[in-house]
């Protein structure tokens, strides 16, 4: 690993799934637990959110003196915040969740950071190998534990899967003494969100699985093999219309667009 | 006498060295943190401490408590005898004369201990150890014949140049062993360090037949969170470990220990007091650590422990049965200390073990060790109509249900105590979805942060309501509000439901058929036995039930754990055999058909037991059974 390497892990609030109580986000803590990998302490920790969030702690006490935070009003849009702030610092990578898991959690995070920032985006890692040359061996998480190995030049933007190292305990005492630094930066309201009413969810229908495996041997199988690409289509040579035809076509036959 | 020039030299020079020493050692305690005690009341309740409490628990084994006050009540009145004859040259003859009853009834004890050492058990330890007898002999006989003169049996001039040298040499010996020795780290050193632990113990109450039991909480605004290095223990800690005579007591009950996992308290002690006074654990002469070597383990006054003293192995095995404290003759402390530690490893290192950090994770986000819905505390009970107290807000008795709710097996229990509350007629209520976890389990695993959490925002739904009383069904959670929630501003009348069906039963409130099984036993969950001292309601209850007990050879304060203590299951640190095997074994050897606990936890590790093997049963679940339903 460069020893220059600049790393920067957001993280945010998360949600205990039965209790609703805030704690350590799964994903997040991963990212913190691969930067920690990568650069140690050096590690640049995020968070843009309100003040005084007790359970921001449980991410330092993995083992960082300190963090920095945006301050945010409750209703305030990350984004703009987070994306002024980097451009400003310039890590070389830059790690967060896929989705968090309280608040909005639309999972856009890295994909607007990326584009207010103007570097590439790579969604779901599961590591980084090792960082050589201006570029990144990293690896992406498939379904079935499949990994795909890309090369990445710096800097980006990667979501960290579940599918990463689990990470370290969160240990009480350093959580208590480390900083929490604040970052002035404007707060910008969300103008969106404000408009939006907000409802339980509803339980999506789920695709009827046909069940075809007749063995256990089959269904081993169909739990661990690489998805069989059936009936796919790769558009290469087409032009862009025709792309966006295709895939307009897909949407409509899959019920997503009516 | 030839030597009466020379001996009040040498008496003088061995005190000397024994002052020296014994700065040197009281500076070495004093690296600790500080812990006030009263040094007069501690001071003057030495000698009865010694007398009475001290020698209950060595008085457990006749032959030793004996020989130990012929030899050290021989010895302590010899010294002073010899001060007052041979350095102050009192010429007296009825001093001289008892100082010669003195080192008689010293020379008699030490007989006693040169026999027992002649074939030592495996728990005592060898080396200088095995020389002490022989020392003890050399001081009683010597000191014997030179105040023979004294005493006007012998002449003055009796004994030539030869019998002069001899003595000499033996009497240099005797007082470098006795004195020289006593604060130098020699195998006396027990007797000096002893006795001051005594007077300064950690644990006042434990004194005079009371029981403290409850760990001491962690200030949580401190630099350093738990023991890092031995300099991190309060200073009466660090003298107690220094007062350990390596008996082997708490080695013989150890139950990790027995199952081949890597502790062996005895030689924890020992490495805690090369790490006071620093140096490696070479020169140890007793049972290793089960499957670790002996001589690898180095340590100083400011060396963090885990780093090279002691491996986190060892004390993450301990399932805080307290067999050891209770068998300590010196009263030595070792679940402090282990807890101490692990609030280290835990607090600041963020390390431990296997399924340590889901369980405290699980802790803090739902308030019970398996995560599950906090709001579904009350689905065991769904069918049982009762009543709850946020709504009735008082009530007689309080059901802490603890998280046996979350256990299908526990709930059985819980029906059962349940069945029986409403047999008897008991106004009682629960808590629902407002109780938490004890903290037991944080705590034991070194997160005081997530017990005083827990604590106090239980003792803040308990304050809320009126009540008389604490009923529970889990001596773990029974500990924790009995004992721990005092330092948090909780104090209640906690009852364990052995106690309370007990009293129900005696006050004819229940009316119950005799037990028609096969032989019974019971075992005793270590922290309510041990623990809080209950160990005859559960048997009265039993006998009740028409029960002739047919008890395990350790049974009562003597108990051997059931391996579900501590976070054991929970850190699960590998052995050679599991402690709950061990325990099965000593049920099966009563030749018992049924095993009646009063926990939980122990009914989860003895069933865990490979069948075929006696039955496991809570007492609620055998009352329960025997009650006569009256039609209404
Ligand atoms: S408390 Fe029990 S398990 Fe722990 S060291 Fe003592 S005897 Fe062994
Ligand atoms: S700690 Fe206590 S029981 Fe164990 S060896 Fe030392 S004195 Fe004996």
């Known amino acids: 690993m460069p020893h220059d390497l600049n790393l920067a892990v957001l993280v945010s609030i998360g949600q205990h799934p039965k209790s609703g109580r805030a704690r350590r986000a799964e994903q997040d803590a991963r990212a913190v637990e691969l930067g920690l990998k990568l650069v140690g302490e050096r590690l640049e920790l995020l968070h843009a959110g309100e003040a005084q969030q007790e359970v921001l702690r449980s991410y330092l006490g993995m083992g960082l003196k300190e963090m920095t935070l945006l301050e945010q009003p409750s209703a305030g849009d990350a984004v703009p915040a987070l994306g002024r702030y980097l451009a400003q610092k310039r890590p070389d990578i830059v790690l967060t969740g896929v989705r968090a898991e309280s608040g909005e959690a639309s999972g856009m995070t890295p994909y607007l950071l990326g584009e207010a920032l103007g570097w590439p985006v790579v969604t779901r890692i599961a590591d980084i190998i090792k960082v050589e040359n201006g570029e990144a061996e990293v690896l992406q998480a498939l379904p079935r534990g499949q990994r795909r190995a890309l090369k990445v030049r710096l800097p980006f933007v990667a979501s960290v899967d579940l599918a990463a190292e689990t990470p370290r305990q969160s240990a009480y005492g350093p959580g208590r003494r480390a900083r929490i630094d604040n970052a002035s930066v404007d707060a910008q309201q969300d103008q969106l969100r404000s408009q939006w009413q907000e409802a339980p969810a509803r339980k999506r229908p789920k695709r009827l699985k046909v069940a075809k495996a007749k063995t256990a041997a089959d269904r081993f199988k169909a739990a661990t093999a690489k998805s069989q690409a059936s009936g796919g289509q790769v558009l290469q040579n087409e032009s862009a219309q025709e792309q966006a035809q295709a895939l307009f076509k897909l949407l409509v036959e899959e019920g997503v667009l009516r | ?632």
């Open chain 2, 1 to 632: 006498m030839i030597l009466d020039g020379l001996l009040p030299v040498l008496i003088t020079m061995a005190l000397a060295l024994l002052v020296i020493g014994a700065v040197r050692r009281i500076n070495l305690w004093r690296a600790g943190q500080p812990e006030s005690v009263s040094l007069i009341a501690g001071l003057m309740a030495m000698p009865r401490r010694y007398l009475v409490d001290l020698h209950h628990v060595v008085g457990r084994d006749k032959y030793m408590s004996n020989t130990h006050v012929a030899t050290g009540g021989g010895f302590v009145l010899s010294l002073a005898l010899i001060v007052l004859v041979h350095l102050f040259g009192l010429d007296s003859k009825i001093l001289a004369w008892a100082l010669l009853a003195a080192t008689a009834l010293m020379f008699v004890g030490a007989l006693f201990v040169y026999k027992r050492r002649q074939n030592p058990p495996a728990r005592l330890s060898k080396g200088p150890w095995m020389r002490l007898p022989k020392s003890l002999l050399v001081f009683a006989v010597t000191f014997f014949i030179v105040t023979l003169p004294v005493a006007g049996v012998l002449p003055e001039d009796f004994g030539g140049w030869v019998l002069a040298v001899i003595l000499l040499i033996g009497i240099a010996y005797g007082l470098g062993e006795m004195l020289f020795g006593m604060t130098w780290g020699g195998p006396m050193k027990h007797a000096f360090a002893g006795a001051l632990h005594l007077a300064f113990h950690r644990r006042p109450e434990r004194f005079g037949g009371g029981r403290s039991t409850g760990l001491k909480p962690v200030d949580l605004g401190a630099e350093v969170l738990g023991v890092a290095k031995p300099s991190d223990f309060k200073w009466n800690q660090l003298l107690g470990f220094d007062a350990c005579v390596q008996c082997g007591r708490c080695e013989a009950v150890c139950p990790a220990f027995a199952a081949g996992q890597p502790l062996n308290p005895k030689k924890l002690i020992q490495d805690m007091v090369v790490g006071l006074a620093g140096g490696s654990d070479a020169k140890y002469a007793g049972s290793p650590y089960p499957g670790r070597e002996v001589g690898q383990a180095k340590g100083g006054p400011t060396q963090v422990i885990t780093e090279g003293l002691v491996n986190p192995e060892t004390l993450w095995s301990c399932t805080t049965c307290r067999a050891c404290v209770e068998e300590c003759p010196m009263m030595i402390e070792h679940v402090d200390a282990i807890v101490d530690m692990r609030r280290f490893l835990t607090m600041e290192k963020g390390n431990t073990p296997n399924k340590g950090a889901e369980t405290l994770d699980n802790l803090i986000a739902t308030d019970n060790p398996n995560g599950f819905d906090p709001g579904g505390r009350m689905n065991w009970a769904a069918d049982q109509n009762l009543k709850v107290m946020a709504d009735v807000k008082e009530t007689d008795v309080l059901f802490w249900v603890s998280d046996g709710a979350f256990d299908m097996r526990s709930q059985r229990i819980l029906r059962a105590f349940v069945k029986l509350l409403k047999a008897a007629d008991v106004d009682f209520a629960v808590l629902g979805d407002e109780e938490r976890d004890s903290g037991d389990v944080a705590r034991r695993l070194g997160d005081d942060a997530t017990f005083q959490s827990l604590a106090k925002r239980n003792i803040a739904v308990l304050n809320r309501y009126k009540f008389n009383r604490i009923v529970t069904t889990d001596p773990h959670a029974f500990h924790c509000l009995k004992n721990e929630y005092k330092d948090f501003g909780g104090d209640y009348e906690v009852l364990h439901h052995t106690t309370f069906i007990n009293e129900l039963v005696k006050a004819g409130m229940l009316k119950l058929d005799m037990y028609k099984g096969g032989t019974v036993t019971y075992h005793d969950p270590c922290y309510l036995g041990r623990y809080n001292g209950e160990y005859d309601s559960p048997r009265e209850l039993l006998n009740e039930l028409g029960i002739e007990l047919a008890e395990m050879e350790r049974s009562g304060f003597r108990s051997r754990c059931c391996g579900g203590g501590g976070g054991a299951p929970i850190t699960d640190i590998p052995g050679e055999r599991r402690i709950a095997d061990m325990r099965m074994e000593d049920v099966k050897a009563t030749g018992a058909e049924l095993v009646a606990v009063g926990c939980q936890q122990c009914t989860a590790m003895l069933e865990g037991v490979v069948e075929p093997r006696p039955e496991v049963k809570d007492i609620a679940e055998i009352v329960a059974e025997s009650l006569v339903e009256e039609v209404h």
